[in-house]
């Protein structure tokens, strides 16, 4: 009897152990199949395109049943779940990337792309190591919904007017390569962006239902076409660009205070009004001098904007105490807490 016990307790440990492992086995195995098949990213637009193509010349109900009024169908292999997608909307490169955990090289051998092409560019797709990147580039900026039902995940592109009351773009400017002003080791891109996800906290935790998009939130270096493109294309209500100052000559003075610039060329007059308000709300919030309101149509993304544009120079990094100023995260937060509050007043008058 005690023979009998022993085995089968060996035997439930031996299940136990198979239960554990085979799933890891079966990961190691996809993997080892995975780096097998050459790879490199892909276009599958042509997969969609063909889809588009089925669904015209079959009745609406072969489409209904399929997309069920959703844009495009993702098919998930078995063992991946709708939890191991993620989707990352780069708003300024009107591109939506959409990452899932689990699938190889060959995905879109066994799972076509089911949809319409309907303001799609692109889709290229790229694995490695069995995570698999989805690129949807658009013709227009849209926010993106997901819906998740059984093995399929559904996408839709929504105009963000549909979403939002109200569309603000913020961008930080210069970064990467192109640091803007360089004082003391301080170079303007960090000032600029600082401030910005200073500014992107309070729109978060805002109530407002204002949908805001940044050009950029790292250090990273859009092109001006991107930058005021994302404002333009979104057909935003405002576009604020966030800027330090320094001398012409480059050299430590004591020229100091805050400065903004608005497009000349808006006959409305918004365009100068909203940067009044930020002018006047950065000098109430930071103590600093006023170097007025001034037109910047020299600037390309001021010249090109099509919503009211204001562009702030918080302050100068060739003067001593404000480039000391700019590095304090108080200041910092003194000048989002500025452009916030000019931000939603603009709206709210308008």
């Known amino acids: 009897m005690g023979a009998f016990t022993a085995i089968i307790l060996a035997v439930v440990i031996f299940m136990s152990c198979l239960l554990i492992y085979v799933p890891n086995m079966h990961i190691i195995a996809l993997k080892v199949k995975d780096s097998k098949l050459s790879g490199g990213r892909i276009s599958v637009m042509d997969m969609l395109n063909s889809s588009a193509e089925e669904f015209a010349e079959e009745d609406h109900s072969s489409k ?19 939890a191991s997608v993620d989707i990352n909307n ?12 689990g699938i190889g090289k060959d995905y879109f051998s066994y799972y076509p792309m089911r949809g319409d092409s309907n303001n799609i560019v692109d889709v290229t797709y790229d694995s490695e190591n069995l995570v698999g990147v989805i690129e949807i580039v658009l ?30 773009v913020v961008d930080a400017g210069h ?22 996800l200073e500014l992107k906290k309070l729109f978060d935790r805002s109530d407002k239902n204002i949908g805001v998009y940044y050009t950029r939130t790292t250090d990273t270096n ?3 076409e991107n930058r005021v493109g994302l404002a333009n294309e979104s057909e935003a209500d ?38 009044t308000l930020c002018l006047r709300h950065l000098l109430d919030g930071l103590g600093s001098k006023s170097k007025g309101v001034v037109v910047g149509d020299e600037v390309y993304i001021i010249r090109m904007s099509e919503p009211p544009v204001a562009l702030v120079e918080v302050g100068f990094m060739t003067n001593q105490k404000e480039l000391e100023a700019l590095q304090d995260k108080d200041y910092q937060r003194k000048a989002a807490q500025a452009l916030y509050d000019a931000v939603l007043e603009y709206l709210n008058e308008n």
């Open 238 to 275: 405002l576009f604020l660009s966030v800027h330090n100052n320094s001398t012409a000559s480059g050299r430590m003075s004591s020229i100091n205070g805050t400065e903004v610039m608005y497009e000349g060329g808006d006959s409305t007059g918004e365009s100068k009004a909203f940067a």
């Open 90 to 101: 780069i708003f300024v490169e009107k591109t939506i990337a959409i990452t899932i955990n």
């Open 139 to 168: 013709d227009d900026v849209k926010e993106v919904k997901m819906t998740s039902e059984d093995e399929y995940i559904y996408l839709d592109f929504v105009d963000p007017h549909d979403i939002y009351d109200y569309v603000v």
């Open 64 to 82: 209904d049943a399929v997309l069920k009024g959703h844009q495009i169908r993702l098919t998930l292999p078995q063992n991946v779940t709708s």
């Open 222 to 224: 859009p092109s001006f």
């Open 175 to 196: 970064g990467s390569n192109v640091p803007g002003a360089s004082k003391m080791g301080v170079n303007e891109k960090d000032l600029n962006l600082d401030i910005v």
